[in-house]
């Protein structure tokens, strides 16, 4: 039985429910476990033995059950299963399995093997309560358990795989006596469990197959029975306190510049009886923190060995969860009693920074899994820890104390550029809440910038209309700001001070800070005041910190920018030039624009296209370039493609396969070489149904990499710009978004990226995707053709062979020829001893000018290679002057084409013509010892004889075959010896052309060539 089904489902709802009830509530979790068995045949041989081999035939023979094991109650039936894990005072584990109906097999049967296709399950751990955060999967215990099958367990996600592409595995089902149900063991699960947490075990999916036979859903539109299951008894984990195990925190340990404070927490054993080592190889609790002012979250510091979560953990608040795991080694304490230091809480300061606040540190619960080390060892024991004296803590901050006046202020603003071409610049406009007409003592604040996408503060153009007086700054601000300014820039910290005697305040009349931020797409996402006093005379006695009024963050430009590159590695590979890129709203309120990218004026420089927008809303990203389309495409990229189409050589990224889909069909077929050959040969200047470039997003990732046309790929980009920044989405699916606005550039026809996208090379130092063909390391190396030279009479047709006198062996090439148009008239071309040389593969169009394209390769690499001696194709002219011997009839011209050879090592070789020895006149007799042939009159127009003297009796064959290898004339003739002759009348109907007549006498074989007008 094949398994040729790929399954997938949407879970609908809850079955299988079991349901757990503690002391305290938990908040919301889950954790899915899925079982897929598939792909493969089932191997009879494993059934050997006497267990039958049994296919499901009934959906309601099969059951799921799940039973719990804990240390509180007695396991239930048919759960003492295997397990390495022992089980604790916090662990459950949870043995999952199949059961099947008792008549499903003999009624004397005690085991059968399962012929199944498929099998998933899926358990789902969820939170009905509020949860402590403490309760989840164990992963490493649960890779512990003897599970017959690998598991991979992913944070709360768990899975099973069976086969992974090779034979199902055997699932042999048991039963301990006739009569009642048979199990397998499917795997278990091991979960921590932190009391008072409340939640459920559930099955909302499972699914048993046999081919096409029987599949059973659970649930599913037939609606089958729903599995049955054995429900885990519930309990209640209520543990005891030990008074002699403490949870302290120890003196809390200030920064030097009073900005941050460490608190270790440690535990602490009072036992000393019995007089052993006390082992605690597990511990967890849980603290609360609580600030009058909102603070950053508390940060872990040694925590080597423990799992400690932090809640909120990416936010300031005035409230955190702590809570603690000890997942390393076990921790020890002497006979005596001691003290162990966990790890430590590193609190910072509120902000403003120089702002008074008290932080306390509350311990909620805890527990701890323990064993004394006598000899024999004691019993494990599962107890709660106590609060000590200093169990909990208050940190208490000092600083400057907040305005009496509640109406001084410091506002923050963002803001964009004022001017409409200046949308890409971001303002941060600082003001000061002082009423106008106050004494301004002192003025100093703080801002960190949190900034994204390479936006940073522009230092050199900050305005600044605050209260400044350098003469008259005390030394306090000196030592922030320097001598020079009221104001230093660090980074994304600005740093403001301005502080002057008694009698020399500043009348102040208003004013602003405005601090440009520059960065293309740049956002600031937050400004956080770090310090902020004002000391206002008649407002106090001292300095104080006002209010702070934040607005307008995050703000981000409103300019779309990107980078537009040859090669998927964006910064390293080749800018494209000349890209038109055009931005459009969707909804048309504001007119389309048009740019156009260029090359970078230096080496390292960087030519990103950006346009700012006029207003939020919706635009589409369409790049367009359809120039130059022979740019990086040669004969050898139809090699390329022709492997990939023979399952050769196939082509390693989806760039390379959109680059071979010439004509835009969506797959790379002998079509479009057809198509790239006429575009090199010169019969197309441009593609007829593609462009000469086409553009993917760089993010984009293809689902099928080997097949990109499966699912449409996205060629432009859509950009969402709103009050919180930019965002990029996939126009053809808005659920997938990217961070840039980068573009991939693909050139069509160029399968090994070897052309030039930007013209400026010299300054454009980039890496390209290209590997093959390579360059011969000495520059003078060449591939050698011979055409031979002959005298000529006027009027006389020369048919002239060009063959290969290279050593290498050539699999693909491309050439221009050149004759004098004065002295030769065109007659005709023939393919000569290569297999593939077609009417396709020659431009006649400019012979009249004397000149022709060809363009050849072979689509057989093991038999039809151009060797040296063997002729590339066969080309008729007729002199209108007499010629000498010594001249050249036919050259190699790269000005009419790039002459190139390919050998099959993937060496492009630059050709070059030899001037042969003259050759034979066509017209002059062919023969052998036992047969002669004359053929008359070359050129002819009507008629054709050949001329037969042959030495013996017998049966004689004329073959003639027109100029690509199609056989157009056959004649036996039976005669005895002397002379005869054969009339090939048809020549009269047939096209001009290089013809090759044949006549077998016997083993010899005569061959020739005539010239049809």
């Known amino acids: 039985m094949y398994h040729n089904q790929f399954f997938s489902h949407t879970k609908t709802i809850k079955l299988c429910v079991t349901a757990f009830s503690f002391e305290r509530l938990g908040g919301g979790q889950w954790i899915i476990l899925m079982i897929t068995f598939f792909l493969s045949q089932f191997q009879n041989s494993m059934a050997q033995g006497t267990c039958d081999v049994i296919a499901p035939q009934d959906c309601a023979d099969f059951d799921i059950t799940i039973c719990q094991r804990t240390p509180a109650i007695p396991n239930p039936p048919n759960c003492d299963g295997c397990s390495a894990v022992p089980i604790d005072c916090h662990r459950i584990q949870y043995v999952v399995r199949l059961s099947a109906a008792s008549d499903i097999t003999g009624d004397n049967d005690l085991c059968f093997l399962l012929d199944y296709t498929d099998l998933e399950l899926e358990l789902e751990l969820a939170f009905t309560g509020t949860n402590s955060g403490m309760t989840r999967i164990n992963e490493a215990a649960t890779l512990s358990t003897c599970n017959s099958t690998p598991i991979s367990v992913n944070g709360n996600y768990v899975a099973i795989a069976y086969g992974n592409g090779g034979s199902l595995p055997q699932i042999e089902f048991t039963r301990s006596q006739a009569g009642v149900p048979f199990y397998t063991e499917l795997f278990t699960i091991v979960v921590d469990v932190y009391p008072s947490d409340v939640f459920e075990l559930v099955c909302p999916f499972f699914r048993l197959a046999e081919g096409d036979d029987l599949t059973c859903y659970f649930p599913n539109t037939n609606t089958p029975p729903t599995p049955d299951f054995i429900a885990p008894q519930a309990y209640e984990l209520a543990l005891d306190n030990d008074a002699n195990v403490l949870f302290l925190t120890d003196t809390p340990v200030f920064d030097m510049d009073n900005l941050g404070v460490t608190v270790p927490l440690m535990i602490r054993s009072n036992h000393n009886t019995p007089a052993a080592t006390l082992s605690m190889p597990y511990l967890d609790f849980i603290l609360t923190v609580t600030s009058e002012e909102p603070i950053i979250p508390p940060v872990k510091l040694n925590a080597t060995g423990y799992e ?424 053809n699916n808005n659920t997938i978004e990217y961070e840039t606005a980068d573009f991939t550039g693909i050139k069509v026809g160029d399968v090994n990226c070897s052309a030039i996208p930007c013209g400026n090379s010299g300054a454009d130092v980039c890496l390209s995707c290209a590997t093959y063909p390579q360059r011969p390391s000495n520059p003078a190396q060449r591939y050698s053709l011979s055409v031979p030279g002959r005298s000529v009479k006027e009027g006389e047709v020369v048919i002239l062979p060009v063959y290969a006198s290279g050593q290498e062996p050539v699999i693909a090439y491309q050439a221009g020829f050149r004759f004098d148009p004065a002295k030769f008239t065109f007659l005709s071309v023939s393919a000569g001893d290569l297999m593939g040389f077609t009417p396709d593969a020659i431009n006649l169009n400019d012979v009249a000018s004397g000149q022709f394209k060809v363009v050849w390769f072979s689509m057989d690499y093991d038999n039809n290679y151009l060797e040296p001696g063997k002729v590339l194709f066969y080309v008729a002219l007729q002199a209108k002057s007499a010629v000498e011997s010594a001249e050249w009839i036919l050259k190699l011209d790269d000005t009419v084409m790039e002459n190139l050879g390919y050998t099959p090592d993937n060496m492009e070789l630059p050709m070059l013509a030899r001037l042969a020895q003259a050759q034979t006149r066509e017209e002059s007799i062919q023969q052998t010892a036992s047969i002669a042939v004359a053929c008359k009159p070359n050129p002819a127009s009507t008629i054709v004889h050949l001329d037969i003297t042959k030495q013996t009796a017998g049966m004689t064959r004329v073959f003639v075959f027109g100029p690509y290898g199609v056989r157009m004339f056959y004649r036996e003739i039976q005669s005895a010896s002397g002379n005869f002759q054969v009339a090939i009348e048809e020549v009269a109907q047939w096209p001009a052309g290089i013809y090759t007549w044949q006549v077998q006498q016997g083993a010899d074989i005569l061959t020739g060539k005539f010239v049809k007008q």
């Open 308 to 731: 400690v979560t932090i809640s909120p953990s990416d936010q300031m608040s005035t409230s955190f969860i702590i809570t603690a795991r000890r997942t390393g080694a076990a921790l020890t304490f002497s006979s005596g009693g001691g003290i162990n230091t966990m790890f430590s809480l590193y609190f910072e300061r509120p902000d403003p920074q120089n702002m008074s606040t008290e932080v306390d540190i509350t311990f909620i619960s805890g527990r701890f899994e323990a064993q004394f080390l006598t000899n024999p060892p004691g019993a494990i024991f599962c107890k709660k820890m106590v609060k000590g004296g200093t169990g909990d803590r208050t940190i208490t901050f000092t600083g400057t104390d907040a305005c009496v006046n509640t109406n001084l202020s410091l506002n923050v603003n963002g803001t964009y550029g004022s001017g409409s071409g200046d949308c890409g610049d971001l303002y941060t406009s600082v003001a000061l809440g002082i009423p106008n007409g106050s004494d301004v003592r002192e003025v100093r604040f703080v801002l960190e910038f949190e900034m994204s996408n390479g936006a940073y503060i522009d230092e050199a153009n900050i305005q600044n209309g605050l209260p400044c007086n350098l003469s008259n700054n005390a030394l306090t601000c000196t030592n922030r700001v320097g001598s020079l300014a009221c104001y230093d820039v660090d980074g994304n910290t600005l740093t403001y001070c301005y502080r002057t005697t008694p009698g020399n305040e500043i009348d102040y009349t208003g004013g602003e800070l405005l601090i440009p931020v520059i960065g293309p797409s740049g956002c600031i996402q937050q400004v956080y005041v770090r310090e902020a006093a004002y000391y206002i005379v008649g407002q106090g006695t001292t300095v104080c910190v006002p209010d702070i009024e934040l607005s307008g963050f995050p703000i981000c430009s409103r300019e779309i920018a990107g980078k537009i590159k040859y090669g998927t590695d964006i910064d390293m590979s080749c800018w494209v030039e000349e890209v038109e890129v055009e931005i459009a709203e969707t909804g048309n309120a504001c007119s389309p624009h048009t740019l156009y990218t260029a090359c970078p004026s230096n080496p390292g420089s960087s030519t990103p296209y950006a346009y700012c927008v006029c207003d939020e809303g919706e635009y589409i990203i369409t790049p367009f370039k359809d120039d130059n389309p022979l740019n990086g495409v040669t004969t050898y990229d139809l090699v390329l493609m022709s492997k990939h189409i023979l399952s050769l050589e196939p082509l390693t990224t989806p760039y390379h396969i959109i680059a071979a889909d010439a004509n835009k069909s969506g797959s790379v077929t002998t079509f479009d070489i057809v198509e790239l050959r006429k575009l090199i040969l010169g019969t197309y200047t441009v593609l007829p149904n593609n462009t000469s470039w086409r553009f993917v997003p760089r993010e984009h990732v293809f689902p099928t990499p080997s097949d990109p046309f499966q699912t449409a790929f996205p060629v432009t980009l859509k950009a969402v710009i709103n009050s919180g920044g930019i965002n990029y989405q996939n126009p």
